[in-house]
């Protein structure tokens, strides 16, 4: 598949659009990086974001600057790094008012605040992006939220913040 989206890349590309280039290049990097190619993949992301910068198309923005925190985490640079990309990325999706990414990427960094022992701050920016949806709570992400949620909250004992 992914020589397949190289070459339709490629013959798209040629043609001069730039339209939604930041999208297909965000496609292409997700698929680099289930084929366990981080580099490439960063490279797509670092491609599509300079577009965003150049052109001002900043639909998949945020999705851009989750994958690239979570990137370097599959690259294993620090968790610090991935946090500030994560956050950029939360910020982003608030300020474009897209609550359906914004809640991805609370996702995201959500589960990257727990892992280093953040817990309480986590179930903070679920719950924070979770309250901003206004429809399709029944859907893929809003579930898997709730689900997080859910663990996390069964784990706290009494004092926890």
Known sequence: GLAA???GHAMWAATGAVVTLPFYLALQAEGLALAG???LAQ???DQALALIARHGERYYQPELLR???ALLLQGGAPADA???WLQESLACARDLQMPG???KAAIALARLLAET???ADAIGVLQAALAALTEGRGT???QQAQALLAGWLALQTPGDP
Do not use: C, I, S
């Open 101 to 103: 990414r914004a809640l």
């Open 67 to 69: 994958l690239k925190g």
């Open 140 to 142: 893929r992400d809003p």
């Open 117 to 119: 022992g953040r817990r």
């Open 82 to 84: 991935a946090e500030r």
């Open 5 to 7: 989206m190289a070459q």
């Open 43 to 45: 490279d797509r992301v």
């Open 37 to 39: 190619q981080t580099v």
